[in-house]
């Protein structure tokens, strides 16, 4: 299995709709931008058929140190999630 760098994804993108690479570049990077701003701001950013980037909360929790066993303390915090698609869990499976 191959990995498509962010390099691969302008390619790609320039080659499908036939624009310079370096428009290409900034429409990728701007959507990039956009999305993490959004998620920033803890907006949710729905894509239909390909998935929803989302901004979830975990709750503050005791946990324990896997080499003393001593409880420490996990503060609360937020992560971004990505929940994808019907349409591309299809395509995936």
Do not use: C, Q, Y
Request: charged residues 30%; aromatic residues 4%.
């Amino acid at each position: 299995m191959g990995k498509v760098t962010k390099h691969g994804l302008i390619e790609k993108l320039a080659k499908g709709t036939e624009l310079p690479k370096k428009t290409a570049e900034t429409a990728l990077n701007t959507l990039i931008d956009t999305i993490m701003m959004s998620l920033k701001k803890g907006d949710k950013v729905a894509i239909p058929g390909f998935g929803t980037f989302l901004v979830r909360k975990s709750k503050a929790r005791i946990g324990r140190n896997p080499a003393t066993g001593a409880k420490i303390n996990i503060p609360a915090k937020k992560k971004a999630v990505f929940r994808a698609g019907k349409e591309f869990k299809n395509l995936v499976k």
